[in-house]
């Protein structure tokens, strides 16, 4: 009374790998796009974190300064704009992708020294009338 079951098949095998293969991707595929949603939505709550930090610092430092001098909106209006203005030029940045490095001007650099190596080696590759292609002086 035993049941003797037949050997899988080469094709029963390469249509359960195939099967297997097709589920792993897809699972793939579904963590990738979760990924990136949540990216997305962690980069939003930074843009709008920082405008509103900004604002409500500005405003505080306003409010402090008009406490101290006696001068009620003056300084409190001033520095809601200079917070606003703080906030979106952080914002700019940050879309820009310019936060990524220490400090600003160094990733400003590298981004232009990027852009420099780009533009030699395109005029490396082209010829010149001769058809010799231009060869990098050594530094």
């Not at 195939?18 to 990136?36: I, N, P, Q, S, V």
Request: no cysteine; hydrophobic share 40%.
């Amino acid at each position: 009374m035993t049941d003797h079951k037949d050997p899988p098949t080469l094709e029963n095998i390469d249509a359960r790998l195939k099967a297997a293969r097709d589920a792993g991707a897809e699972k793939e595929k579904a963590g990738f796009r979760d990924r990136e949603n949540s990216r997305g939505m962690g980069l939003g709550m930074r843009i709008g974190i920082e405008l509103v930090v900004s604002v409500l610092a500005g405003g505080g430092i306003g409010l402090f300064i008009d406490s101290k001098l006696n001068t009620k909106p003056i300084f409190m209006l001033a520095f809601l704009v200079l917070g606003f203005t703080a906030g979106v030029l952080n914002v700019l940045r940050l879309t820009k992708g310019l936060d990524q490095a220490i400090g600003i001007g160094r990733a400003v650099r590298e981004k232009e020294a990027r852009a420099m190596k780009d533009k030699e080696a395109a005029d490396n590759a082209g010829g010149d009338e001769t058809g010799e292609t231009k060869t990098k002086a050594p530094e």
